[in-house]
């Protein structure tokens, strides 16, 4: 059997404040966690190394900029790598990501024990809005600061810790709600799909509907379905706790291809969780229920892709 150990590193509220020095120390914390319970991988959250700054209005767009890397690794984000060098661990990132060319996306990595960035995913489903909305109590401005990701959706077979090679894919956050995304890393036959979130306890758009403790269920039901109907496992890492007044509900999950929760997060702070994945339970989905190639009805599908 392929087995692979994998931790979802939850981080606790950074404020507005603190520094890339005090979520990068953070951050190594959990991997040294993660080497002494013998994990291979390790997932952080959406925009690991500052607060969830979308939500804070600048009308000079480049007055945002201090949130973005302009180089992976820098010197401050050099111990991740040098972590993962001493411990032999991979790990995925989640980041601001400003391009020689000036462009700005909201994107991950996951990079090898050596450094080497392995694959790259830039956020294609961009919630919220690009001006300031007097109507909302807290603004969500990633259709503001950040491009439609332009890689689509990659699935990369790398080498990962003992398993050998295995298929790795990335979505960010609101992607998850989107089962289009899911299906493409399925027809890419992805076993692992790494996933980071910052999502808000309330949403500001609920119209009473969406009430507060329907907020984890949409998130697992997601993630759960997901990996469910496309027969991968999926690390879905939050940023949890109050960021200066602002709630994010956890709730870090690892969910298997029948569904369920392996391991989940029960606070709202650094946190590691873990799970032994056996790869092989992929293939009971991929060659029956869900066989592609055999069942799909791609005739009937022309909306889908319809503009
Ligand atoms: N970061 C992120 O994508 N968060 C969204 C919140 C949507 S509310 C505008 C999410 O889907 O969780």
Same mark, same amino acid.
């Given at each position: ?25 953070? $951050?190594?914390? !959990? ?6 319970? /013998?994990?291979?991988? =390790? ?31 820098? #010197? ?58 007097? =109507? ?14 332009? !890689? ?27 089962? *289009?995304?899911?299906?493409? !890393? /399925?027809?890419?036959?992805? *076993? ?17 509907? *969406? ?50 929760? $392996? ?20 293939? !009971? ?5 869900? #066989? ?16």
């Amino acid at each position: 059997t392929r087995r692979l150990t994998v931790a979802a590193a939850q981080l606790g509220p950074i404020q507005k404040a603190e520094g890339r020095d005090v979520s990068v120390g953070r $951050m190594v914390r !959990l991997m040294e966690a993660a080497h002494r319970r /013998g994990v291979e991988v =390790v997932v952080f959250p959406e925009l690991a190394l500052t607060t969830f700054f979308p939500r804070w209005y600048e009308a000079d767009r480049a007055a945002a900029d201090h949130w973005f890397e302009s180089a992976l690794p820098s #010197n401050e984000t050099a111990p991740l790598f040098e972590a993962a060098r001493k411990y032999g661990i991979a790990f995925h990132l989640g980041y601001a990501e400003r391009t020689p060319e000036g462009r700005r996306f909201n994107t991950a990595v996951f990079v090898h024990p050596s450094g080497e960035i392995v694959l790259k995913y830039r956020k294609v489903h961009l919630p919220g809005h690009a001006e300031y909305d007097p =109507v909302r109590k807290v603004q969500h401005l990633e259709k503001r600061l950040f491009e439609v990701g332009d !890689l689509g959706f990659p699935v990369m077979r790398a080498p990962v810790g003992g398993a050998g090679p295995v298929n790795l894919g990335m979505l960010i956050c609101n992607d998850r709600r989107w089962p *289009e995304a899911w299906r493409v !890393l /399925g027809l890419q036959s992805v *076993e692992v799909v790494m996933l980071g979130y910052n999502t808000p306890s309330l949403n500001q758009d609920n119209r009473g509907f *969406e009430a507060h403790h329907l907020r984890v269920l949409h998130s697992h039901l997601s993630i759960q379905a997901g990996c469910y109907q496309n027969a991968t496992f999926a690390v879905a890492t939050a940023k949890a706790g109050v960021e200066d007044g602002h709630e994010l509900f956890g709730h870090s999950i690892i969910v298997n291809p029948q569904g369920e929760i $392996m391991a989940q997060a029960t606070s709202w702070g650094d946190e590691l969780i873990t799970a032994d994945l056996d790869l092989d339970m992929c293939r !009971l989905g991929r060659e029956t229920i869900f #066989n592609f190639a055999v069942h799909r009805r791609v005739e009937a599908y022309g909306r889908i892709t319809a503009q």
